[in-house]
């Protein structure tokens, strides 16, 4: 069975730090790019931090450069957001998301993704 299950969401003061996990289980997540994703409330989910698995291109939104950081760990079939300095912003449930790439494929998982159930993130103090 194809799974991506996320951990680590939680309640956070703003400015800590805080690390999500996804580990896939059902297929060999080396050969998916793969990403974090974030929906507020209220907002359409938006990408925020991505790797291609092709050529290992990395993306990060704009908003969370130089304060998150997206790693991967094929042999554990696992991939982490590390997230510094959070903000107020930064609120929302996060997903994973795991996309076998193709020819011209974006850096990002889209359409013919397998989704993660989503962890909820709140930053407040």
């Known amino acids: 069975q194809l799974r991506l299950v996320e951990s680590g969401g939680e309640l956070v003061q703003p400015g800590e730090s805080l690390t999500l996990s996804c580990v896939a289980s059902?297929?060999?997540?080396?050969?998916?790019?793969i990403g974090w994703f974030r929906q507020a409330p209220g907002t359409e989910r938006e990408e925020i931090s991505c790797?291609?698995?092709?050529?290992?291109?990395?993306y990060y939104t704009d908003s969370v450069k130089g304060r998150f950081t997206i790693s991967r760990d094929n042999a554990k079939s696992t991939f982490t957001l590390q997230m510094n300095s959070l903000k107020f912003e930064d609120a929302g449930v996060y997903y994973c998301?795991?996309?076998?790439?193709?020819?011209?494929?974006?850096?990002?998982?889209?359409?013919?993704?397998?989704w993660g159930q989503g962890t909820q993130v709140t930053v407040s103090s």
């Open positions: 059902g297929f060999p997540l080396g050969y998916y790019t």
């Open positions: 998301a795991a996309e076998l790439p193709f020819s011209g494929s974006p850096t990002c998982p889209g359409a013919g993704a397998y």
């Open positions: 790797i291609r698995a092709t050529d290992g291109d990395t």
